[in-house]
């Protein structure tokens, strides 16, 4: 059963892949989006949330404390959050089609439970 487990290493590399991903999807997303005002404003809002959550895992993994790293994880977290909220927004304002979004806001879901997770943990283990 053991050897089915990953290394924190091992963990902590996949994840930092997968939140940079992330991030540059929704980069790619905002590139797509109308140059109407609300668009863009609301484009803004996730670039900065989505680069926010991959730029705080990564600083996270460098924690020099495990305070320090549960500070960075719920910071991560909370960016995650506001990402699926600003995905939410850009849906139900009518700005992006709800098919064109599916896969992004399952990826910001997951991410947001894993890092809830990590948080956690990290917590208890303090």
């Known amino acids: 059963m053991l050897e089915n487990r990953v290394s924190n290493f091992e ?3 996949a994840f930092k892949a997968r939140t ?8 790619k997303l905002s590139q797509s989006l109308p140059a109407r005002p609300e668009a ?8 900065r949330s989505a680069t926010s959550a ?9 924690a020099r404390s495990a305070a320090e790293f549960a500070a960075k ?4 977290l909370e960016e995650a959050d506001e990402s699926l909220f600003w995905l939410e ?3 139900e304002a009518g700005i992006v089609a709800a098919n064109r979004l599916i896969d992004l806001k399952k990826e910001a ?11 956690k943990s990290a917590t ?3």
């Not at 940079?20 to 980069?27: D, N, S, T, V």
């Open 11 to 13: 963990f902590a590399e």
């Open 73 to 76: 994880i719920g910071v991560a």
């Open 109 to 119: 879901d997951e991410l947001t439970a894993i890092l809830a997770k990590v948080r």
């Open 124 to 126: 208890i283990k303090k």
């Open 40 to 47: 863009q404003v609301v484009g803004k809002q996730l670039l």
């Open 20 to 27: 940079k991903a992330f991030a540059l999807r929704a980069i």
């Open 89 to 91: 927004i850009l849906e």
């Open 54 to 62: 991959a730029a705080n895992y990564r600083a996270a993994c460098r």
